[in-house]
């Protein structure tokens, strides 16, 4: 029964990490100039890879026999707190939004690692996870390769 709650609450992690990364997607379309708009197709898309997730993860927690969280996390409020006040004094240059989004983008891939490494993840949650934070890594990637670009 503890694996079964410890499998719950990595998977309520991950959901509440997926709701962060669309919160703060839609905050940093919020911040594109009109010139920068080729970025929210690429937002839009990163948010649909979340929604994605969220509802892959919460059905997994659902299979346990536990409530899937639909809430985002304390530092997740932070950081787009954060990310408000940097604005602020930065300005919505396409390099400051794309570098707000490359920091979302390291805490999402240190959650995901942080559920590969626990040891009561059953294999088939592993698997999935895996296959998450890869994708998350793809988009990481483009993220970063768009904010070396500018």
């Known amino acids: 029964m503890e694996t079964v709650n410890v499998n719950a609450e990595i998977l309520n992690d991950l959901i509440q990490i997926n709701?962060?990364?669309?919160?703060?997607?839609?905050?940093a379309i919020e911040e594109l100039r009109p010139e920068d708009s080729d970025l929210k197709t690429l937002f839009i898309k990163m948010i649909d890879e979340s929604r994605r997730n969220k509802m892959a993860l919460a059905t997994e927690v659902q299979a346990?026999?536990?409530?899937?969280?639909?809430?985002?996390?304390?530092?997740?409020?932070?950081?787009?707190?954060?990310?408000d006040v940097k604005a602020?004094?930065?300005?919505?240059?396409?390099?400051?939004?794309?570098?707000?989004?490359?920091?979302?983008?390291?805490?999402?891939?240190?959650?995901?690692?942080?559920?590969?490494d626990d040891e009561d993840l059953s294999d088939e949650l592993r698997g999935i996870i895996s296959e998450q934070k890869e994708t998350l890594k793809n988009s990481h990637d483009t993220i970063k390769r768009l904010r070396d670009a500018s």
């Open 19 to 27: 709701n962060d990364r669309i919160v703060g997607y839609e905050k």
């Open 88 to 116: 602020t004094f930065t300005g919505h240059d396409r390099k400051t939004v794309l570098s707000n989004c490359e920091f979302g983008e390291d805490a999402a891939q240190r959650a995901y690692k942080m559920a590969l």
């Open 64 to 83: 346990l026999g536990k409530d899937a969280d639909t809430d985002t996390t304390t530092s997740g409020k932070i950081y787009r707190a954060w990310m």
